[in-house]
């Protein structure tokens, strides 16, 4: 499957071009048909001499109608360019070819129509000249010329073999892509409801696939596919295709909307990007300057920020810009894009998507991020892999197709390169391979620095405690449950310990003064005279203060129970060894019974049971409590 799109002036043939090789009107509006003028995309298809099928996407040329044409192009396989003959480059050619320049579309033809309008061989000549020079430095430098009549059918033989010849040098499809298709129609059919066209890009769909419509995050299933009114089970990247979708109505969906798998990006209103600003604009391009922002079948309206030293890129400059948009779009990396000043209107520049979801607003001058974007811009996928991971911290290698713009082969490439290397480290929970986190040696080394100086500042702030809960850990590292979990799993430091649910630094032990030393053993002294009735927290907190009290807990001297309740540690075992012999001699017991057997009261009891309970020493049934299979802390 291949797409040819149509490029040029007004009035200079582009769809009775189309017509005479499909053999299809292209122009479906009434106004078009009346009135003789494209105004929005038009449609067509054929099979070609050589067995190609082809689908053709005819663009208005007019230049009140060029962003309709802007949602047409992306896409294409090989534009073609039309120039009328008899009328020579007009301003809506230059336009179009440099639209398409900066799309970077390699493949194209020039067709030079209505040549049996021309009976002048040397003014036929100038105009071949004259587009040769236009072509000069552009992405079509290289496109061959074809003399043709849509009237007559001149040279349209000759001008399929070049569209042959130009796709046969195309890249092949990835079937082992993500499939997505920027929405460039919506419709209703009778008896079968909602219906979308579009080009589709990165990898195959399917009937019955589920899917979500970006970035209004509806959910849709596949009913059914078509490509050139063929029903079809599978529609291969690169073809157009028309879509049936079943769960999302007609007018929730609008041109610029893209149906993609769920997982792989998501729509946002920030983006980075290289920019690169039209030779022949007609002004330089601005910090904080409002644009018209196109990419795929969509459009918004966005504030560009340039970055870097310089307040503006003059024509012909490329720079670093992220723009601000009005309302988020979904796009993926390496995505081409338009810049279109909106009044009075006129293109004025184009790029590539770098980051389709930067995580912040970039300082201007910070210098830093020109690097980053530099190396996104880098060819070599492992340097794609390695940026993209160190922009997040941490993601698996699916969660890196979409900024990297990798197919998932070459990804699995780069990441096994890295890993090789040891660049990027596994983080991989126990028993759940295959679904390893990856981390760069850089991030890895950083959230190290940063588990040292938070347990150092820890300690010297707690110098009592025995080390910082793991929970309090992560807030302060900003880390999610589930990523900070296997960092902790791959920890294996020599200078960390980590046990009972703390770390701390190996090198640091809890040392008590005389003073505090005397106070643990007259606290001691009082709760073993105290019996069965010992004072509770807050009393024991004001006898030997808040840090030493919790460092008796920490080190086990003491026990804690729900209500404050507190207990030397020689007391809970006694107390628990109690009770456990009382009910393997009587069986089940009451509360009262306990108490009983203890010697003490309801206030003690209750709470020790609670905690008994819930670690499965003791069971609750009804009104008694018998022997559970937990472990004993004896």
Do not use: C
Request: aromatic share 4%; glycine share 10%; proline share 5%.
């Amino acid at each position: 499957m291949h797409v040819v799109g149509t490029a040029g002036h007004v009035d200079h043939g582009k769809s009775s071009l189309v017509t005479r090789i499909t053999g299809i009107d292209p122009d479906r509006l009434k106004e078009e048909k009346e009135r003789h003028l494209t105004i929005d995309l038009g449609f067509a298809w054929a099979t070609l001499p050589g067995g190609h099928e082809v689908g053709f996407v005819d663009v208005p040329g007019h230049q009140d109608f060029i962003e309709n044409m802007l949602a047409g192009v992306g896409g294409i396989d090989l534009a073609l360019l039309v120039v009328a003959a008899d009328e020579g480059i007009m301003p809506q050619t230059r336009e179009h070819l440099a639209i398409l320049d900066l799309l970077e579309v390699e493949r194209g033809v020039v067709v030079l129509t209505k040549v049996d309008l021309v009976t002048d061989h040397d003014w036929l000549a100038l105009v071949e000249h004259d587009v040769e020079q236009m072509l000069v430095g552009t992405s079509l430098a290289r496109a061959p010329i074809a003399r043709v009549s849509a009237h007559t059918g001149e040279g349209i033989d000759g001008l399929l073999q070049l569209i042959e010849r130009g796709l046969a040098m195309k890249k092949p499809l990835n079937m082992a892509g993500h499939g997505r298709l920027p929405i460039d129609r919506v419709f209703a059919m009778r008896g079968f409801g909602t219906v979308v066209t579009g080009t589709l890009l990165d990898g195959p769909l399917a009937v019955g696939d589920n899917l979500i419509v970006y970035p209004v995050g509806l959910p849709a299933r596949i009913r059914g596919l078509q490509t050139h009114q063929r029903a079809i089970e599978t529609a291969a990247p690169g073809s157009r295709v028309a879509v049936n979708l079943t769960g999302v109505p007609v007018d929730s969906l609008q041109r610029g909307d893209v149906l993609a798998q769920a997982g792989f990006g998501a729509g946002s209103a920030m983006l980075d990007a290289h920019v690169r600003v039209l030779a022949g604009a007609p002004a330089p391009l601005r910090h904080d300057q409002e644009v018209k922002f196109f990419v795929g079948a969509s459009q918004r309206l966005a504030h560009l920020r340039i970055l870097g030293e310089q307040d503006e890129l003059a024509p012909g400059e490329e720079g670093w810009i992220q723009l601000l948009l009005e309302s988020p779009v979904y796009v993926r990396r390496d995505d081409h894009f338009i810049l279109r000043r909106p009044s009075p209107s006129a293109t004025i520049a184009g790029g590539r998507i770098l980051d389709p979801a930067p995580k912040w607003r970039h300082r201007k001058r910070d210098r830093g991020v020109a690097l980053r974007l530099k190396r996104l811009l880098a060819d070599d996928p492992a340097e794609r892999v390695l940026q993209a991971l160190h922009d997040r911290g941490a993601a698996s290698l699916q969660q890196l197709l979409a900024p990297t713009g990798l197919a998932p082969g070459e990804a699995l490439q780069a990441w096994t390169r890295l890993v090789d290397k040891g660049t990027i480290r596994l983080l991989t929970r126990e028993g759940d391979a295959g679904h390893e986190m990856g981390v760069s040696l850089q991030t890895w080394s950083q959230w190290r620095n940063e588990v040292e100086a938070a347990l150092v500042a820890y300690h010297r702030a707690n110098p009592l405690r025995a080390g910082m809960q793991l929970e309090e850990l992560r807030r302060q590292l900003d880390l999610g449950p589930d990523l900070f979990g296997l960092l902790v799993e791959g920890l294996e430091d020599p200078s960390l310990s980590l046990e009972a649910g703390r770390v701390r630094l190996l090198d640091f032990e809890v040392k008590l003064s005389e003073q505090q030393q005397a106070q643990v053993e007259a606290l001691v002294g009082v709760m073993r005279e105290a019996g069965a009735k010992p004072p509770d927290a807050e009393e024991v907190k004001r006898r030997v203060a808040e840090p030493l009290y919790h460092y008796l807990v920490d080190q086990g001297t003491l026990v804690e129970l729900p209500d404050g309740i507190v207990l030397l540690k020689t007391s809970y075992r006694s107390w628990v060894r109690q009770i456990e012999t009382a009910m393997r001699e009587r069986g089940p017991l009451t509360v009262a019974q306990i108490r009983d057997t203890l010697g003490t009261t309801r206030k003690y009891v209750l709470p020790l049971l609670a905690r008994l309970d819930a670690e499965g020493v003791t069971v609750r049934q009804g009104d008694v409590r018998r022997l559970g299979e937990g472990e004993r802390d004896r």
